[in-house]
């Protein structure tokens, strides 16, 4: 976990939260005093809709104030429910004729404090009723018989429902029926690869290396169970839905799922799960409920619903709209309805727009890219050379930049963003595979290689180096083939060096970089500039190879390696420029096989 933070103690953080969150929309007013934030222009002829908790969870619930979703929200400190008192307080503050409906997570000081603000003011003539919501499937039937199941990011759906229904005019009697029917047809449990770390406390069990725990809370508690060694994502997203699904198990079998229900997926970021991986998540998820559950939800939220700090960690819900519609007077459609009613909180981060006009299977969404026309060469701009000798120096070439990849990469960590070593090698592996499956160099056709080069670069290089590259290979087979005529009339060399000086005019178009600015130029132009004028293939390559060892006493000047706090002192030698090196080292190799 990281113990790092911005702010490293609690004093003071909460309120400042919150005044952060009002800042982003004008209609919410903050409460500090009670850590209450309320929609300033909440209705009083529609119930008032009020939720909260600890502190930690952000966007929950303070994130969800606004039109058509919360009234009010109260918070406590990081982790900790808040107090009867300011439970009142939210309550007062958005007064409604129809009354008011506390909607919370199942938490023991939650409910006593909630609970105990709904008496109060049902004592004060205010109606005031609270639903209480559990959805963690992960602790049984037997061992949760006395506290119910407990809260996870699934009372995030039920908000949305009722936030929407509320809006509509729904009584309060209604909200309590339809939000207690939905609540029972959700199903839910979390997964961590570590526990957060809260500013300002000692450091709560980290978990090792090879361990994940399944079935935890959002609030550092331990997994129900830990699993060592860690799954894969795969092997984890199996045993997930095998807990929230499995109606043969007896302890976790909370909702029937019938062929044909029409379900909504919740995937909550506890924080600290990049959205790359986020995104992977939830693919792995869809697949396996398709593939193994024969089903595909209609509605698919994922991102930070409910956090838990920085945490490592995320959960899963999975709501049957169809059972949930079966218990309550709201149809199927109704109930996507209000979750496709927009609002103006934190919601619309993962809300996207799915209400669009048919609903499309993933298999329809996912498509396959148009098929390629193989470009034919034409013979009369085109330069030959011995097949095998092509296919060797390709070789030679490509197995030089793959071996050179752990020191491209080490050296570019330092200075970059470190993936110009696997570029590199992933365009090298390419052009090898190309000389396998497609015999590029069968014909020994030099623009047929510089095709499929053009091809590799074009949709498997991406980066800066990937971008000059492509211009380069571009700008040296168009030259190549305009200027094939030289090739008798001078000779194969001086056509080489007029194509590789125009490709070098032709990049500088397009990036200012030149000799000394350490930079994949420095390789290329001494190269390009030696063939220009007539030295050999060997002076050309030692010319490229002293401009990449330059590299090492110069400054960079471009590029994400001038953002970072390494530099060339005077009497300090830096590693080499990755892209000149490998470029250099690409050259070596074609020589070599001569």
């Not at 938490?107 to 109060?120: N, Q, R, V």
């Not at 939220?301 to 049957?320: D, H, K, M, Q, R």
């Not at 592996?429 to 670069?457: P, R, Y």
Request: with cysteine; net charge negative; charged share 20%.
């Amino acid at each position: 976990m990281s113990k790092r933070h911005l702010f490293p103690s609690l004093d003071g953080l909460v309120p400042k939260a919150l005044r952060g969150i009002v800042a982003s929309n004008p209609r919410l007013n903050l409460d500090e005093v009670n850590k209450v934030v309320y929609d300033s222009e909440a209705s009083r002829s529609n119930v008032s809709i009020v939720s909260g908790g600890g502190s930690g969870h952000e966007p929950a619930w303070a994130g969800y104030v606004g039109t058509n979703l919360l009234a009010a929200a109260v918070m406590g400190d990081v982790f900790a429910s808040p107090s009867t008192k300011q439970i009142l307080a939210a309550v007062e503050s958005v007064p409604s004729d129809k009354g008011t409906l506390l909607v919370i997570t199942n938490y023991t000081g939650d409910c006593l404090h909630f609970g105990l603000a709904a008496e109060k003011s049902k004592a004060k003539g205010n109606p005031c009723k609270m639903l209480i919501c559990g959805d963690d499937v992960s602790i049984g039937k037997k061992s949760g018989s006395l506290v119910g199941r407990r809260g996870l990011a699934g009372q995030i759906g039920v908000l949305k429902v009722l936030g929407a229904a509320a809006a509509q005019g729904a009584s309060l009697e209604e909200l309590c029926n339809f939000g207690s029917a939905f609540a029972n047809s959700i199903v839910s449990i979390s997964a961590t690869l570590d526990h957060c770390h809260v500013p300002g406390r000692t450091e709560h069990g980290a978990l090792a290396e090879d361990e994940l725990e399944l079935g935890t809370g959002p609030h550092n508690e331990p997994g129900y169970w830990k699993l060592s060694p860690a799954p894969s994502a795969e092997g984890l997203v199996q045993q997930i839905l095998k807990y929230c699904l499995d109606e043969t198990d007896p302890e976790r079998s909370y909702v029937s799922f019938s062929p044909g229900d029409e379900t909504v997926l919740l995937v909550s970021n506890f924080g600290g799960i990049s959205n790359l991986e986020l995104g992977g998540l939830v693919d792995e998820i869809l697949q396996q409920l398709l593939e193994d559950w024969n089903m595909e939800p209609v509605r698919v939220y994922s991102g930070c619903l409910e956090t838990s700090l920085n945490a490592p960690a995320f959960s899963v819900s999975i709501i049957n709209i169809t059972v949930a519609a079966a218990n309550s007077t709201y149809t199927v459609d109704q109930i996507k309805g209000l979750f496709d009613t927009r609002t103006d909180t934190a919601w619309e981060a993962v809300a996207g727009y799915q209400s669009y006009p048919r609903r499309r299977k993933r298999s329809e969404q996912v498509v396959s890219p148009p098929k390629e026309i193989r470009r034919t060469v034409d013979d009369s701009t085109d330069l030959k050379i011995d097949p095998v000798l092509l296919e060797t120096m390709i070789k030679s070439a490509c197995n030089a930049v793959s071996a050179a990849e752990p020191d491209l990469t080490k050296w570019d960590t330092v200075m970059g963003d470190g993936d110009c070593g696997l570029t590199l090698q992933t365009g090298a592996n390419a052009l090898l595979d190309a000389l396998e499956t497609k015999h590029v160099a069968a014909k020994g056709s030099v623009v047929e290689v510089l095709n499929e080069l053009e091809d590799i670069v074009e949709g498997k290089m991406g980066g800066t180096l990937g971008g000059i590259l492509g211009i380069f290979f571009v700008a040296l087979r168009t030259a190549l083939q305009e200027n094939i005529g030289l090739a008798k009339e001078v000779g194969v060399p001086a056509l080489w060096g007029k194509a590789l000086s125009t490709a070098i005019s032709h990049l500088r178009q397009y990036t200012p970089a030149k000799v000394s600015d350490r930079t994949v130029m420095d390789t290329l132009i001494p190269f390009a500039l030696a063939m220009e004028e007539g030295q050999s293939f060997e002076q050309s390559v030692a010319a490229a190879i002293k401009g990449s060892e330059g590299t090492k006493k110069l400054k960079p000047k471009l590029g994400r390696a001038t953002y970072v706090g390494v530099g060339a002192d005077d009497n300090k030698e830096l590693p080499p420029d990755p892209g000149a090196w490998g470029a250099m080292v690409g050259l070596q190799g074609l020589l070599s096989a001569l």
